[in-house]
């Protein structure tokens, strides 16, 4: 049987008499299987800084070589497990913490989770790194001017912003609060903006550099 000797029963939250289980089949035996640290990478940014697209690349790049990877896209998110939350800041903190404890689960089934959201407030994005002890939570910061990810505007949000028709939009009239301590900066280099392929690069450097894949 997967339980304890002694069930020690707990209440968490709301919810109360839970057992936690454990199984002989652990995140040790399935990163063996995959040849790859489970961990997660928390893409944060302004709209339209390019978290989706280095999100991708770097999927891309990863599977390439082998790799099990997973994209938990925030714009994505919101069509389902986070369809019930609005952009007030208390629904951002529940997305976050939402995605958080996902990519948790993804990360200890041993994949290399890379989720994309602009995740605007420090305390939110600390929470989740505090899910993930022994460094396997890896913040990227998409550290892009607002003019940039303003002139890209792909999906005009920004001009619906700036017109008012759109209230508490990140960067216009809602708060982004820059990381102070991301693992992983990208930035402007000689006033252009990297390729996306030289993005994700740069975060392959940093999982190779530090063990990130292999088991
Ligand atoms: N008010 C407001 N503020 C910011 N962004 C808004 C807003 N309304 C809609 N959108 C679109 O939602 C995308 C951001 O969703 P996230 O889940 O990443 O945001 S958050 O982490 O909860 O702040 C974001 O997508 P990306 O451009 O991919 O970042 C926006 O296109
Ligand atoms: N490295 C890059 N170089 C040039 N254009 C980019 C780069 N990354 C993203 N873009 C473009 O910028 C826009 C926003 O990218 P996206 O990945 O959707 O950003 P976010 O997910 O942060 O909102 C898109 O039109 C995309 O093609």
Not at 127 to 134: G, N, Y
Request: proline content about 5%; charged content about 25%; glycine content about 8%.
């Amino acid at each position: 049987s997967c339980l304890r000797e002694k069930p020690v029963m707990s209440n968490i939250g709301k919810s109360t008499n839970i057992l936690w289980h454990d199984c002989p089949i652990g995140q040790t035996e399935r990163q063996k299987l995959l040849g790859q640290k489970g961990c997660v990478i928390w893409i944060t940014g302004l709209s339209g800084s390019g978290k989706s697209t280095v999100a991708c690349a770097l999927s891309r790049e990863l599977h390439y070589r082998g790799h099990h990877t997973y994209v938990l896209d925030g714009d994505n998110l919101r069509h389902g497990l986070n369809r019930d939350l609005s952009f007030k800041a208390e629904d951002r903190t529940e997305n976050i913490r939402r995605v958080g404890e996902v990519a948790k689960l993804f990360a200890d089934a041993g994949t290399i989770c890379i989720a994309s959201l602009i995740s605007p407030y420090r305390r939110d994005r600390d929470a989740c790194r505090a899910l993930l002890p022994d460094s396997r939570f890896i913040e990227v910061f998409m550290d892009l001017p607002l003019e940039l990810c303003e002139a890209r505007d792909p999906k005009g949000l920004y001009k619906l912003a700036r017109t008012g028709k759109i209230k508490g939009f990140t960067g216009v009239d809602d708060p982004y609060e820059s990381p102070v301590n991301s693992e992983i900066v990208i930035k402007m280099e000689g006033g252009e903006c990297p390729s996306p392929k030289a993005m994700a690069q740069q975060v392959l450097s940093y999982l190779e550099k530090n063990g990130y894949l292999q088991a």
